[in-house]
């Protein structure tokens, strides 16, 4: 992690005091010989002690100098006292993360704790200012969306530095390939597989998979794609994809579904990342006087709850939004409080409605 000057005055400190090299008790060299010993100015030294003072690694005497506090029992009681829990997903108000946050908050509220949540757009940026937060103010444990999971982890500092503090995290939704931090999602690639096999089995043979790469979700959810027409070799070349990152605009992708489903022979079926994707190419797909389910079947990911109320009711994939909140909060708290836990990978259902049928 790149560190500002009294962020390294102060982390060289704190790792000087939780070594021993400094004793509890022990008098801290004076502002002058720690301006020498790290070449920098007098305020960046009064930074850095504000901070180790907040954080109750040192306390100061008037005119007497700084001093090494019991850091280890007041770090301890302030964790204890605050009872928070930070909650970082990728969006907060939006798609199905209230259920999710909601879950959570019915269970850590009854056991005292309070939540700091933080959303990140999906944005390494975001997701970095946002663990920076949940670090400053000292939370007693984590829940984490990664961001843009299937690219490379932009962040693996800070969540190093999570896991050196023994700071208690979960992620959920997906996880880092080169992190070993527990975590809860459901198994995207198994119900990806079953509902294009559910297609297929209604008689399509050409799907058009359109698939979000830049996480695990949906990279799993395009394997298990591909999975199912590899069990059919008799058509597994007719399969399409659309592979796009959250970053992109959206238009252009639109665009390209357009030209495949518009032309003769097209595709008779769309498979879509999410459920918000899969709303706005049935939009797509009308604006090209094609009907759904008659002309082209159409299916999600996510039972979103705008799914039922849209006509046709949109086939999806279940996900067990406030469960897994439940569940997080149960098993960070197990974590908190030092019991071992072990992964959990939901087993869903798709789940067939009016915008998927047999195929003539």
């Not at 975001?126 to 400053?136: C, V």
């Not at 605009?249 to 030209?259: C, D, F, V, Y």
């Not at 094609?290 to 705008?306: Q, R």
């Not at 909140?325 to 960070?332: E, Q, R």
Request: hydrophobic share 35%; proline share 4%.
């Amino acid at each position: 992690m790149s560190e500002i000057k009294y962020e390294k005055v102060r982390n060289s400190l704190i790792k000087d005091i939780e070594s021993g090299n400094y004793q509890e008790g022990e008098k801290l060299p004076t502002e002058s010989e720690l301006m020498q010993m790290y070449s920098v100015s007098r305020y960046t030294i009064r930074r850095a002690a504000g901070e180790l003072e907040n954080r109750h690694y040192i306390y100061r005497i008037q005119g007497g100098g700084m001093f090494v506090d019991n850091w280890k029992k007041r770090i301890k009681s302030k964790v204890s006292d605050t009872k928070m829990i930070g909650v970082i997903t990728t969006h907060l108000a939006d798609y199905i993360f209230p259920r999710i946050i909601s879950g959570i908050d019915r269970v850590v509220s009854e056991n005292g704790y309070s939540l700091i949540l933080n959303n990140t757009h999906n944005n390494s940026d975001e997701e970095r200012k946002a663990l920076k937060r949940m670090i400053d103010n000292e939370v007693s444990g984590l829940i984490i969306e990664p961001t843009q999971s299937a690219l490379p982890n932009k962040n693996l500092d800070l969540y190093n530095y999570l896991k050196e503090k023994n700071i208690p995290t979960l992620l959920i939704n997906a996880h880092y390939n080169d992190l070993d931090f527990p975590y809860i999602e459901v198994d995207d690639l198994k119900a990806e597989k079953d509902i294009t096999n559910y297609l297929i089995g209604l008689g399509h043979k050409k799907i058009l998979g359109m698939f979000q790469v830049d996480d695990m979700q949906g990279t799993k959810r395009l394997r298990g794609f591909l999975d199912a027409y590899m069990e059919h070799p008799d058509i597994s070349y007719l399969n399409e994809t659309i592979m796009y990152q959250s970053t992109e605009n959206m238009s252009p992708i639109l665009k390209e579904a357009i030209s495949k489903i518009n032309r003769e022979n097209g595709p008779t079926a769309i498979v879509c990342y999410n459920d918000e994707l899969a709303i706005q190419m049935m939009d797509v797909i009308r604006s090209v006087d094609l009907k759904i389910p008659t002309d082209i079947s159409v299916a999600g990911f996510d039972d979103y709850i705008l799914g039922r109320y849209i006509s046709p009711r949109l086939t999806t994939v279940a996900h067990p939004k406030e469960r897994m909140g439940v569940d997080a909060a149960k098993t960070l708290l197990d974590m908190i409080n030092g019991k071992k836990v072990t992964s959990k990978c939901y087993k869903v259902k798709i789940m067939p409605n009016e915008t998927t049928s047999k195929i003539d």
